[in-house]
T-cell receptor
C-alpha cells in the first residue's frame, strides 16, 4: 500500500506570495492532519480534516488554511508569506478503522518551504 | 491540557550499547502515547504506540517502551544501538481524539 505523498517536496517563494501544498493520504484513510516543523518551535499542529470537515485546529493565524476533498486528498494554503513561514510542512493520515481516539498517524516526507 | 517533556535534547551512545530516551507526559485523561523517529530530511516514522493494552510495547527495529502510569513516563529503550539508529526521536501524546502534542525531540548520536 502506498504511503502518504506530498507535493511538491521543495518550494521557494518570496515574501507576500501565497503557496498551496498538497497531500494524498494512504488509500482508505479519511483523516488528514497538517504540521509545521521548524528548528525553533519544533512540531506544531496546524489542523485536522475528516470527511471534508475541519475537526481540530491549532494556534496559527488565518493566513493558514486548508481543505479536504471528497477523495480525502488535502491541500493547505498559506497566504501573504512571511520569512517565519519557512519550515518543513508535514502531512499525516490515519484510518478510521482503528478504535476511536487511538488512530495512528502515518506521515508523509514533507514539503520544505523556503521564503526569501 | 496535555504536554510532553523529553528529558534529554541529545543522547550519545556507543554502537552496541543500550539506548534510553526519556519521556514524561501529562494528560487530563488516559492518553495514547507514541514514539516517532525522523531521519535527516525525512518524514516521521512510527516506532511504537501505547493504547491502554499491555504496558510494555514492542516496536520496530528492536525498540520498546514501557508505560508507567504512576510515574507518567513512557521511556524508549533498545538493548543494543546500531549506527542506523542515529536520528531524532519524538515522544507524542494524544488524549482521546484530540490533537497530537509532540515533545521537543531527542537527537540520538551513535559513536562507532
Amino acid at each position: 500500500k502506498a504511503g502518504v505523498t506530498q507535493t511538491p517536496r521543495y518550494l521557494i517563494k518570496t515574501r507576500g506570495q501565497q503557496v498551496t501544498l498538497s497531500c494524498s493520504p494512504i488509500s482508505g484513510h479519511r483523516s488528514v492532519s497538517w504540521y509545521q516543523q521548524t528548528p525553533g518551535q519544533g512540531l506544531q499542529f496546524l489542523f485536522e480534516y475528516f470527511s471534508e470537515t475541519q475537526r481540530n485546529k491549532g494556534n496559527f493565524p488565518g493566513r493558514f488554511s486548508g481543505r479536504q476533498f471528497s477523495n480525502s486528498r488535502s491541500e493547505m494554503n498559506v497566504s501573504t508569506l512571511e520569512l517565519g513561514d519557512s519550515a518543513l510542512y508535514l502531512c499525516a493520515s490515519s484510518s478510521p478503522a482503528e478504535a476511536w481516539g487511538v488512530g495512528t498517524q502515518y506521515f508523509g516526507p514533507g514539503t520544505r518551504l523556503t521564503v526569501l | 491540557a496535555q504536554s510532553v517533556t523529553q528529558l534529554d535534547s541529545h543522547v550519545s551512545v556507543s554502537e552496541g550499547t543500550p539506548v534510553l530516551l526519556r519521556c514524561n507526559y501529562s494528560s487530563s485523561y488516559s492518553p495514547s502515547l507514541f514514539w516517532y523517529v525522523q531521519h535527516p530530511n525525512k518524514g516521521l516514522q512510527l516506532l511504537l504506540k501505547y493504547t491502554s493494552a499491555a504496558t510494555l510495547v514492542k516496536g520496530i527495529n528492536g525498540f520498546e517502551a514501557e508505560f508507567k502510569k504512576s510515574e507518567t513516563s513512557f521511556h524508549l529503550t533498545k538493548p543494543s544501538a546500531h549506527m542506523s539508529d542515529a536520528a531524532e526521536y519524538f515522544c507524542v501524546v494524544r488524549p482521546g481524539n484530540e490533537k497530537l502534542t509532540f515533545g521537543t525531540g531527542t537527537r540520538l548520536t551513535i559513536i562507532p
